[in-house]
């Protein structure tokens, strides 16, 4: 590994300052899980790295006023996976955290870290972008906040623009009658995701209006689907969202829109999968979420 500047800024300011004046030579370092191995390997030789961890809110984990989850970017996801506020309010986007690498990693890795790599597999990005997701975006003077699934602009690529900080991501509160999931496959419990799916389904009961004594129908009033590894970033199953919507989660339409999901998918052939064995996973597991969206609503979770 070659030498390189160390600095630890204690605010936002000051650390996108050193982002802006040193373009492509510097890198942040929060968990350094990822861009410490791509250092050790050659891939990647910054002649400075601005470490995160003296800046004050950045690691918090916490709800705003306004009902809203604030992860801050530096918040390991072993903070995610341990906090009871999320897995309380939350349960899929812990269930999502705790399921990435191992003990160790999780330790260290953070959620800005997971999502500024900006991996088509970053397992954190479906789960999130199904909830809604905001990231915010600062350089220690002003502010900016958009949508999380409009964060990826390409593979390692983000909508950083020179001398930005991601500083947090926030996640409105869940719908009332919703279920979120991830289901993702990967070849073994260390490796990434092979594919991701993450989905929210808002449920609603309706009675038919042409039988007032016909039973009353449980329906998707909404829903995001929301697809990992299998595009140049991650995407919204768009096609497949537009066809359940509105409807009843029928055994025909759970197979249906798992097929629909699978003809969005863009995936390529690399040393962990093949194009079409993604695009199979991506129909089995969109099925899977959706099964496990039904089976909670009508055990009673819309109650």
Request: net charge positive; aromatic share 4%.
């Amino acid at each position: 590994m070659k030498t390189f500047d160390y600095i630890r800024p204690v605010s936002v300011e000051e650390a996108c300052a050193v982002l802006a004046g040193g373009e492509g030579t510097v890198k942040v370092l929060a968990g350094g899980t990822d861009l410490l191995v791509q250092m050790k390997q050659g891939r990647l030789q910054p002649k400075t790295l601005v470490s995160l961890r003296d800046i004050p809110g950045l690691s918090s984990v916490t709800m705003t006023t306004d009902g809203r989850l604030r992860l801050g970017a530096a918040a390991t996801l072993a903070a995610v996976e341990d906090s009871t506020l999320v897995s309380e309010k939350f349960p899929a986007i812990a269930a999502a955290a705790s399921g990435i690498g191992s003990v160790q990693v999780r330790g260290r890795a953070t959620v800005g870290g997971n999502l500024c790599n900006a991996a088509p597999s970053a397992d954190m990005a479906p789960i999130l972008i199904a909830h809604g997701a905001e990231a915010v975006i600062g350089d220690g003077r002003s502010e900016r906040v958009i949508l999380l699934e409009d964060f990826f602009v390409g593979p390692g690529q983000t909508a950083l623009r020179p001398g930005e900080l991601l500083t947090a991501v926030t996640v409105p509160p869940a719908p009332a009658g919703s279920f979120a999931i991830y289901k993702k496959a990967s070849r073994s419990a260390m490796d990434i995701a092979t594919v991701g799916v993450g989905a929210l389904l808002v449920f609603a009961r309706v009675a038919p209006a042409a039988d007032a004594g016909s039973p009353v129908l449980l329906i998707v009033r909404d829903v995001r689907l929301v697809l990992g590894a299998v595009a140049p970033t991650p995407i919204r199953a768009r096609a497949a969202e537009r066809l359940l919507a509105g409807r009843r989660l029928a055994d025909d339409l759970i197979a249906e829109a798992g097929q629909v999901a699978a003809g969005e998918a863009r995936p390529i052939t690399d040393v962990r999968a093949s194009a079409e064995y993604r695009t199979a996973l991506v129909e089995v597991l969109s099925r899977r979420a959706l099964a496990a969206a039904r089976s909670w609503a009508e055990k009673g979770g819309l109650a």
